[in-house]
């Protein structure tokens, strides 16, 4: 990460681009906010560039996209040093986004980026489950609207915190960071709640909230969800202690354990469901799924109608949120291969399964497109700078969901 990429010596013209045209269109009216002429032209120069340009998304290679003098100075300025509001370009990226996707989630993704150096905002050396070892890098939160056939970022934050080697920001890197990130540092559960608040603060239809939560605390995730009325769907990890209904013939009216423990109680309720594999289309799965209902300690809401026959624990005795937990096993395997928690409680088994796998759909599409168009490539150092790049990724990340949506219906009218 770093390294500046030699820029290609052929200039492109963006409006002879296979999505030259759509870009034009959905840059016109996603960038309408933004009051100067000016800063909407290099918004959708800036967006070309990411379509475009070879390799790293660098400036020098942004700027070969245009014919334009100077324009690497220029895009710079745009992303770096301008004044303008990410927030309101990214609520009009959602609200048309949301209009022409109809998505069937909200899922939260995190996203990990690898960097050389301690100096750009919100490195530190973090652990990463997935990558089995500790990595000096940028971690953020992105809110992707997603359905069946695509996944969209729409909104980002950054996790910013004080505990970097080195201790506290940079200088010129904190300029700009919120009070509320700086002071004490914004956790990871922190980002996850506030990309979703942000965005449900924008007027769109609320969705259900689709987490891998098995990095983030549930604790925060489930309470600021359950505050703000939220339908969740959250991965948890084995050791979740949680409340539910004693199913074992015991005297005890509840029972506390591990979720993994748990779902030991529910294996005679498993039943098959099939779901499509997002990374692969043709791939028809299935999953044994079982239901057992329980309780999130130390949260009281109003209990929610349950489908007749399903067994539940008496809040108003033991206390806590009223939840589902979904084990889902892979067929011939006897130890639970995922756990969900949900307070979708009248949602069936094939419902939320199939929303627990919007998590790939969002993984498929950051890996084949938002990477592609940059989305770790942000060689700035500053809070405002990262917000408003990872704002035109989101915008290229559109276009090019909404170009592979034209096509497939182009190709499903001559094949009909």
């Known amino acids: 990460m770093g390294t500046l990429t030699t820029a290609p010596t052929t200039h492109h013209d963006p409006a002879h681009s296979p999505e030259g045209h759509l870009t034009e269109e959905v840059c016109a009216s996603v960038l309408a906010s933004l009051r100067r002429r000016d800063q909407r032209h290099k918004g959708q120069l800036y967006v070309n560039g990411l379509l475009t340009a070879q390799g790293r998304k660098t400036m020098r290679n942004l700027a070969t996209s245009t014919r334009e003098p100077a324009a690497a100075q220029s895009l710079h300025h745009f ?34 980026t690898p960097k050389s150096g301690v100096h750009s905002v919100g490195v530190q050396r973090r652990f990463i489950r997935h990558l089995g070892q500790a990595v000096t890098s940028q971690h953020s939160h992105g809110l992707w609207l997603a359905g069946q056939s695509a996944a ?10 004080e505990d970097r080697p080195g201790g506290g920001l940079a200088a010129g890197v904190r300029d700009g960071v919120p009070e509320s990130a700086s002071g004490g540092g914004w956790s990871c559960d922190d980002t996850a709640i506030s990309v979703v608040l942000q965005a449900a603060s924008w007027g769109l239809t609320p969705r259900p909230v689709v987490i891998d939560a098995r990095d983030v605390p549930p604790a925060p995730l489930i309470e600021a ?14 050791n979740t202690p949680l409340l539910a209904p004693d199913l074992s013939g015991g005297q005890r009216r509840v029972l506390s354990a591990s979720a993994e423990h748990l779902t030991t109680l ?10 499509v594999d997002p990374a692969m289309p043709r791939g028809l799965r299935t999953g044994l799924v079982a239901l057992l209902p329980v309780l999130w300690p130390g949260i009281t809401v109003p209990r929610r109608p349950r489908p007749a026959g399903v067994p539940v ?29 949900t307070n979708m409680t009248r949602a069936g088994r094939g419902t939320l399964l199939r929303l627990s796998k919007l998590t790939r759909r969002a993984d498929t599409d950051f890996a084949r497109i938002c990477m592609d168009v940059g989305a770790q490539d942000f060689e700035g150092r500053s809070y ?20 592979r949506e034209n096509r497939a219906y182009e190709e499903l009218e001559r094949s009909g």
Do not use: C, K, Y
């Open 313 to 341: 624990a008496d809040p108003r005795r033991s206390g806590g949120a009223e939840l589902l937990l979904m084990g889902e096993w892979q067929p011939n395997r006897r130890r639970v291969a995922e756990l969900w928690l």
């Open 266 to 275: 529910a294996r005679s309720q498993q039943r098959p469901v099939e779901w």
């Open 225 to 238: 969800f359950t505050a703000a009325d939220l339908p969740f769907l959250l991965r948890v990890g084995g």
């Open 79 to 112: 992303i770096s040093v301008s004044t303008w509001d990410w927030s309101e370009v990214r609520a009009s990226l959602a609200r048309r986004m949301e209009r022409l996707m109809t998505p069937h989630a909200w899922v939260v993704q995190p996203m990990v």
């Open 384 to 403: 405002h700078g990262w917000h408003r790049h990872m704002t035109m990724v989101s915008l290229a990340h559109a276009v090019r969901v909404l170009s």
């Open 152 to 161: 969209a970022p729409v909104n980002w934050q950054l996790s910013v915190g």
